[in-house]
């Protein structure tokens, strides 16, 4: 399911997205577009589809997927690594999208964490090795909130 987004000058409906953002705390997605048939930047914003996201970890718990939880481990394993709010904040946005479009429901911690960890390793290889072993230790991804506290209590300490 993909939706028809047409450049608002030559009408084509053939573009990339340069850059994707949360918006209005979270409730849309402002995204940079590139048209590809006459070369045209423009900018959309989406609403976040109303479909439930429900993350299913392994201990059988249910919980609507939090993207602000996950943006914040993101950002715990990319302590002191090159890669902005911005570039994790899409990353979480790109994780989400993929599987609302998917149809949303219930989606395997496992399956968010290997999607997470996939973007991952093509941004930055110590954020990677960091949110996967704290995610393996864990069993899913889901656990954000524990995740980010393991990291704190082993973060090497600068002096
Ligand atoms: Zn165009």
Known sequence: VSS??????CLVD?????DSRAAEEGASIRRRRHCLACGHRFTTYERVEELPLMVLKRSGQRQPFDRRRLV????AAAKGRPLSGHIL?????EVEETFREAGGGDVPSDAIGRAVLERLLRLDEVAYLRFASVYKDFGGAADFGRELQ????TAPKHH
């Open 72 to 75: 914040a481990g993101l950002q």
């Open 14 to 18: 053939d573009d990339k997205v340069v």
């Open 89 to 93: 904040e899409g990353l979480a946005v």
């Open 150 to 153: 393991l990291l704190k209590a």
């Open 4 to 9: 028809l987004v047409r450049c608002p000058l």
